[in-house]
């Protein structure tokens, strides 16, 4: 199996090849550079009998997917959405606890964001698990409040990550405010 590779990457229909003078590999690949250093992932997916690699573009990046695979309920595709987002941005939401930013990525619902962000993290601190829960609430509450003013939920979440501050009970008709202005 392949871990390391020097070839480029090449688009055929749907399909994403890393390539060189010898080898060709069919690729699950997310990065922006065209050739150079691969650092690939093999997966063996037992319902298929089939391998599939992940192509990521730093060593980070593939250390960062095998940890999230250890978390029970995070597979191969989510894990590799994530591994992909940059390292300051998932620095920032793990050290702020903050779960909307997990939920924003496909696949992620609130129970495995709060998981995720836990795992990573690395501490388990009643306080910080208080915090998720209560800002899990009110987050709905705005959500729910939103679609029955007509938004769509995919709007509302999407400027709702938009929105930088911490919402509390003081403060959630002001977010709501705020957001409807962005909508």
């Not at 055929?12 to 050739?35: A, S």
């Not at 609130?110 to 990573?120: E, F, G, R």
Request: glycine residues 6%; positive net charge; hydrophobic residues 35%.
């Amino acid at each position: 199996m392949f871990h390391y590779f020097v070839g480029k990457i090449c688009h055929q229909g749907d399909e994403t090849l890393l390539n060189n003078d010898m080898f060709g590999i069919q690729v699950y690949y997310l990065g922006k550079k065209d050739q150079g250093e691969f650092f690939l992932y093999p997966y063996l997916d037992d319902n298929k009998k089939t391998v599939f690699y992940y192509c990521f573009d730093t060593i980070d990046q593939k250390m960062m997917f095998e940890n999230l695979l250890k978390i029970n309920g995070v597979w191969p595709k989510t894990a590799f959405q994530i591994s992909k987002l940059p390292k300051a941005n998932l620095q920032q939401a793990i050290k702020n606890v903050d779960v909307k930013f997990f939920q924003s990525i496909p696949w992620i619902g609130p129970k495995s964001a709060k998981k995720i962000v836990l795992q990573l993290r690395g501490t388990f601190d009643v306080d910080d698990i208080q915090k998720m829960d209560i800002d899990q609430k009110l987050y709905k509450n705005i959500v729910s409040s939103l679609k029955s003013f007509g938004y769509s939920t995919d709007q509302i979440k999407r400027t709702f990550q938009q929105y930088k501050g911490t919402v509390t009970k003081e403060n959630v008709s002001e977010v709501i405010k705020r957001i409807i202005s962005q909508i």
